[in-house]
């Protein structure tokens, strides 16, 4: 049996051409957009790190917030809270969907902004 590498390990293959090959050898424009490049993988190996978790654990909180939830999909649950939301049935007075909320936009901020000084200020409270 051939074990293949991992997507997170091969876009890590990547990363590593890029910041120690690559970038070194560029100037100005082109070590820009190599920058750009390396951040744009690190958000992936983050996200693919993260991604199983983070969907569990939104699919759980939609769940609790949604009591007609069974067998719906995270998108249909999503959907349905946008529509609540929308309705005015689900608002900002609601504790659990603003607890929901924050915690959806924490684990995104995480992923695609971890160096965002807010997201340390969400951690704290």
Do not use: C, W
């Not at 699919?59 to 939301?85: C, H, V, W």
């Not at 659990?96 to 959806?104: C, N, P, V």
């Amino acid at each position: 049996m051939h074990d293949q590498p991992s997507v997170s390990e091969l876009v890590q293959a990547v990363k590593n051409f890029v910041d120690h090959s690559a970038m070194p050898e560029l100037k100005g424009r082109a070590a820009f957009h190599a920058r750009v490049a390396s951040n744009v993988l690190a958000t992936i190996l983050r996200d693919l790190d993260a991604r199983e978790a983070n969907d569990g654990a939104e699919y759980e909180r939609l769940k609790a917030l949604l009591p007609d939830s069974d067998g719906k999909t995270r998108q249909a649950l999503n959907e349905e809270l946008q529509g609540r939301i929308r309705s005015g049935e689900l608002t900002i007075a609601s504790a659990a969907l603003m607890e929901h909320l924050k915690k959806t936009a924490i684990a995104q901020l995480k992923v695609d902004q971890p160096k965002y000084s807010g997201l340390a200020t969400a951690l704290e409270d």
